[in-house]
């Protein structure tokens, strides 16, 4: 994120996949709790990596840490297998909704 002069916030860092729609790609880089299911299990990956990183920075922003925290590369990558996203009570339904959505 970043601030313009006006400080007005500006998501920025998505842009993973190319305009290349037609084929997908296999790029391996980032921090594993912000990757895509198809990245971390190094399969082919579209535009839908971009989604999946707004659902996590929407996640982030209302709880203040990520989604798929854990003690170690295994739990990472098992939780992001599964899903498993665990929100705070006073997150409205209605965000939960968007969230589970996106991911």
């Keep these: 994120m970043l601030l313009d002069k006006d400080f007005n916030i500006k998501i920025c860092d998505f842009g993973w996949i190319s305009e290349d729609f037609e084929n997908k790609r296999k790029t391996f880089c980032g921090t594993y709790e912000y990757m895509a299911p198809e990245?971390?299990?190094?399969?082919?990956?579209?535009?839908?990596?971009?989604?999946?990183?707004?659902?996590?920075?929407?996640?982030?922003?209302?709880?203040?840490?990520?989604?798929?925290?854990?003690?170690?590369?295994?739990?990472?990558?098992?939780?992001?297998?599964?899903?498993d996203v665990n929100f705070n009570d006073r997150i409205s339904d209605e965000a939960k909704s968007l969230i589970i959505n996106i991911l």
């Design 39 to 83: 990245m971390v299990f190094r399969e082919p990956y579209d535009f839908r990596i971009d989604v999946w990183a707004l659902g996590i920075l929407l996640f982030e922003l209302l709880h203040g840490k990520a989604p798929f925290k854990a003690k170690n590369l295994k739990e990472v990558k098992e939780k992001i297998k599964l899903g």
